[in-house]
């Protein structure tokens, strides 16, 4: 079993940044990916960004440029540098990770909200 414990969320001013870190835990083979997630109120819950063992990264267009994924594979983190926020980034973020053997764990989630 693997557990994901989520930090750095908070209340920020537009243009403003903020630092997420995801830790990963438990019995952990492998991982595949180790992504971030949000989903704001009365929305789908939506890709920001995704990191992979090879140090690959993809991006969603609204936080390109803005959004700096990167990992620690010593302590099994990820992070998630978010910089000149906007007031729609506000939502509840989560954690992913998906494991060697496609199995997909997911974090409590952390609320980022950023005032105008």
């Known amino acids: 079993q693997v557990q994901l414990v989520e930090s750095g969320g908070g209340l920020v001013q537009a243009g403003g940044s903020l630092r997420l870190s995801c830790a990963a835990s438990?019995?952990?083979?492998?991982?595949?990916?180790m992504g971030w997630y949000r989903q704001a109120p009365g929305k789908q819950r939506e890709l920001v960004a995704v990191?992979?063992?090879?140090?690959?990264?993809n991006y969603a267009d609204s936080v390109k440029g803005r959004f700096t994924i990167s990992k620690n594979n010593a302590k099994n983190t990820v992070y998630l540098q978010m910089n000149s926020l906007k007031p729609e980034d506000t939502a509840v973020y989560y954690c992913?990770?998906?494991?060697?053997?496609?199995?997909?764990?997911w974090g409590q989630g952390t609320q980022v909200t950023v005032s105008s």
């Open positions: 992913k990770v998906v494991t060697s053997i496609r199995r997909e764990y």
């Open positions: 438990g019995t952990i083979f492998s991982i595949n990916t």
């Open positions: 990191i992979t063992s090879g140090d690959s990264t």
